[in-house]
């Protein structure tokens, strides 16, 4: 059997040991890490609320009036006046009958796919879900069946292949976190309907992005209304911490009672709920508008920019705009290279992507401005082509 220190020198030889890096200060368009500002670039503060007044404000005022802890799990003394208060702002901001807050975006998921399905049943989910979706199907004991990303003609077949089982789950990401393309989500909803299937939509990089409310994917396409379960988290661009299911006031019910990391965890705090309720607040303003057009034009131009280069950028047009790389110690030198000149972009690597498809994953926010986005893809032309992922133009 491997040592404790066996297994870390083998994920450094294999070019898959992973550390923390210390950003100081807030969680704006540029930190201070190692002494020096550096331009963030793969950050989930799709918005910038991270540091927003109000959001600041909403959890002073929180802590103030109902303290740091709640105290306990929701079940036992731990639901408080802001958990409901938030839950029915959710359900409204999502056209939903009902909401149910969880801790993580993790937590929802390994909490709701178990309670919705067990042995017996089956789970539909694209090749490139999230881990969280990956361990919550596992958790569950159902059949879990992986589709071809986003290809809904094997998708369909695969259900008529199965038709007749038990209770049927198709799950999706919403938005893609590590390709930056999203779900046609307009298309499950039908093969949902056709098949008698639930659907699932983990929208944690849509929520307060996409659509024209900022509702997310399912509003982008279309099917608002039409999605039975929508899982947003609040911790990327509402800027806060922690997540939410938008469901029917009986799956809500359902929940409550066999979702176990709902049942079993302290609930979330006050300052968080203070700070969730603002950016709602926000992100259905005319400020929150804004703020998503300025983003989606922040990650247009950064992805015409890099494709104009000669990168490998995947279809998309979202925050989340990917590098392909390929070989994984590539990748980590790229991104190493690009920190020394002040430019954080994190590489990522197997076991997060496939094997050969290490790349760099940036995302923009609206915060950053043209300029900012000029000189890094200046760098990153420069050291792509001193690296060798771009020919050298002479």
């Known amino acids: 059997m491997e040592t404790i220190s066996q297994q870390l020198e083998k994920l450094r030889n294999q070019g898959l040991y992973r550390a923390t890096r210390l950003i100081k200060g807030m969680q704006q368009a540029t930190v201070e890490m190692d002494g020096k500002q550096v331009l963030l670039l793969c950050s989930n503060n799709y918005l910038g609320l991270a540091d927003h007044p109000l ?52 937590a929802a998921n390994t909490g709701v796919i178990p309670a919705l399905v067990g042995r017996g049943d089956l789970i539909f989910s694209d090749r490139l879900n999230h881990a969280s979706i990956v361990d919550g199907a596992l958790l569950s004991g159902a059949r879990l069946i992986r589709y071809p990303h986003n290809d809904m003609l094997k998708l369909q077949k695969l259900l008529e292949q199965h038709r007749g089982g038990g209770r049927t789950l198709i799950v999706s990401d919403g938005v893609f976190s590590m390709d930056g393309d999203y779900a046609d989500v307009g298309e499950l909803v039908r093969l949902k309907q056709e098949y008698g299937a639930l659907l699932m939509i ?25 999605v039975d379960i929508q899982m947003g988290t609040l911790g990327k661009a509402f800027g806060s911490f922690g997540a939410y299911v938008a469901v029917t006031a009986e799956l809500r019910e359902l929940l409550v009672n066999r979702a176990r990391s709902f049942i079993f965890s302290t609930s979330l705090p006050p300052a968080v709920l203070g700070a969730s309720l603002a950016a709602l607040t926000i992100i259905t303003s005319a400020e929150g508008k804004r703020l998503r ?33 390929g070989p994984t110690e590539t990748t980590m030198l790229f991104s190493q290279q690009l920190l020394e000149a002040g430019f954080f972009v994190q590489g990522i690597r197997p076991p997060t992507v496939p094997a050969g498809s290490s790349r760099l994953r940036c995302t923009v926010m609206a915060t950053h401005s043209e300029q900012q986005l000029d000189l890094a893809l200046k760098c990153l032309v420069a050291t792509g082509q001193r690296l060798g992922v771009l020919p050298c133009r002479g």
């Open 202 to 226: 983990d929208d944690a990089h849509g929520s307060g992005v996409l659509g024209e409310t900022g509702r997310g994917t399912a509003e982008l396409c279309g099917v608002a209304d039409q």
């Open 293 to 325: 057009q300025q983003l989606l034009r922040n990650a247009a131009y950064f992805r015409n920019g890099l494709t104009a280069a000669g990168f490998r950028i995947p279809a998309g047009s979202t925050q989340i705009v990917p590098i392909m790389v």
């Open 55 to 106: 959001m600041i404000e909403g959890t002073i005022r929180a802590v103030e009036r109902f303290g740091t802890s709640s105290g306990a799990s929701r079940l036992v003394s731990g639901t408080m006046e802001l958990h409901e208060e938030l839950e029915r702002a959710l359900a409204t901001f999502k056209n939903s009958e009902s909401a149910l807050l969880f801790n993580s975006g993790h």
